[in-house]
């Protein structure tokens, strides 16, 4: 399997919602990343997990929280959310992790969060 | 601070013309510079990175740290070439081994006409 695979593909929450995203790869990497993506604009780092800990959080409010269960699998949890958090929610993977983190990205198809 | 330029929101060529898409960095240590590609309809995926050399469905790119540019360039450009583009940084630390903190540039889309 050389594949990023996201869930769901759409989600519409409201503000008041609790839910949560998935990402899955099971090529044996060992750093996964999570992207927000606004229409015609370029991906935006959110976090990066390394050996399944948090390496990197690019100061992304707290009603945004990750989590990574084993090696395979990344969540992203989202409460509270705001109309302007809705986007494109890119999940991403690569061999090696934090500081060797030079290898090629594999990314997701993503989730398209709507939030009214 | 990493920052990544590329000037050229659209870019239209006609098939067969070369097409050269430009990207410009700032980086104060060693950058590793990609270019990914995102077809209609498709995810993002890698293109080529400068520390490979390799040469991707005929793309080129090379890194002038001199004036801090990794243009992309393809001397025949083809339909299917038609695409978002960005350009992207990664910072190298002293071990020569990335960071992993990807910026991606504005991106261009090209458009390829027949």
């Known amino acids: 399997d050389t594949e990023v695979t996201q869930t769901p593909k759409h989600l519409v929450m409201g503000m008041t919602n609790k839910k949560s995203l998935k990402c899955e790869q099971h090529m044996g990497h060992r750093a996964m990343y999570w992207y927000k993506q606004k229409a015609k604009k370029p991906p935006e780092l959110m976090f990066v997990y390394s050996y399944e800990k948090l390496s990197i959080n690019e100061s ?43 290898y090629e990205q594999y990314f997701g198809p993503g989730t398209r969060l709507t939030v009214t | 601070a990493q920052r990544v330029t590329q000037p050229e929101k659209l870019l239209s060529v006609f098939k067969g013309a070369p097409v050269e898409l430009k990207c410009n960095y700032s980086y104060s240590g060693s950058p590793e510079l990609f270019w990914y590609v995102q077809y209609s309809r498709q995810r993002l995926q890698l293109l080529l990175r400068h520390i490979s050399r390799e040469s991707i469905k005929g793309f080129t790119a090379d890194l002038n740290k001199g004036e801090t540019s990794f243009h992309l360039k393809k001397p025949f450009a083809q339909e299917e070439d038609s695409a978002m583009y960005y350009c992207a940084l990664s910072g190298l630390n002293a071990g020569g081994t990335s960071y992993g903190k990807l910026t991606f540039g504005q991106g261009t889309i090209l458009t390829v006409h027949p």
Do not use: I, K
Request: charged share 10%.
């Open chain 1, 60 to 102: 992304v409010p707290s009603r945004f929280s990750p989590e990574c269960p084993n090696s395979s699998l990344l969540n992203l949890h989202l409460h509270a959310l705001q109309p302007e958090d809705s986007a494109l929610y890119l999940c991403a993977s690569s061999q090696e992790g934090w500081p060797s983190s030079g």
